[in-house]
């Protein structure tokens, strides 16, 4: 098991979550005690994680989006949300998409210049440069 302070040796990371859990709360309630942490040294992640010179590629099949760059509009139905996304290669500045809830429980993408669904480039609409 794992002691308050100490870290556990991350060469076994199975037993090191066994260990986690073990010392966890067994209920979701409020608990009086600090709550423990676990922060492997950059070190143990190494193998875990793969950097790409230059970034993240384009997407072979990206199409450009038809809508004009904007901004997402104020007032939507109700139960419809807008999605905001971080700037990528393909969107620098990033874009925003429209979705409306479906009755699986799921979201569909909407074509905010004819309120139907569409397809990605229809549904991705880019963010004006600089905002």
Do not use: C
């Not at 002691?3 to 309630?29: C, F, I, Q, T």
């Not at 423990?36 to 970034?55: C, I, K, M, N, Q």
């Not at 109700?78 to 429209?98: A, I, N, T």
């Amino acid at each position: 098991t794992i002691g308050d302070g100490e870290l556990p040796d991350v060469s076994d990371l199975s037993s090191a979550l066994a260990g986690l859990v073990e010392n966890s709360s067994p209920s979701l309630s409020a608990s009086t005690t600090a709550p423990r942490s676990f922060v492997a040294p950059t070190s143990a992640l190494d193998d875990l994680v793969e950097v790409v010179p230059g970034g993240p590629k384009s997407s072979p099949n990206f199409k450009p989006p038809t809508n004009s760059p904007s901004l997402p509009p104020t007032e939507i139905p109700p139960g419809w949300r807008v999605r905001e996304m971080p700037p990528s290669v393909d969107y620098p500045d990033g874009y925003w998409k429209l979705e409306k809830p479906m009755a699986n429980g799921g979201w569909q993408p909407i074509d905010p210049s004819t309120m139907n669904p569409g397809s990605r480039p229809e549904t991705h609409v880019p963010f004006p440069a600089g905002d």
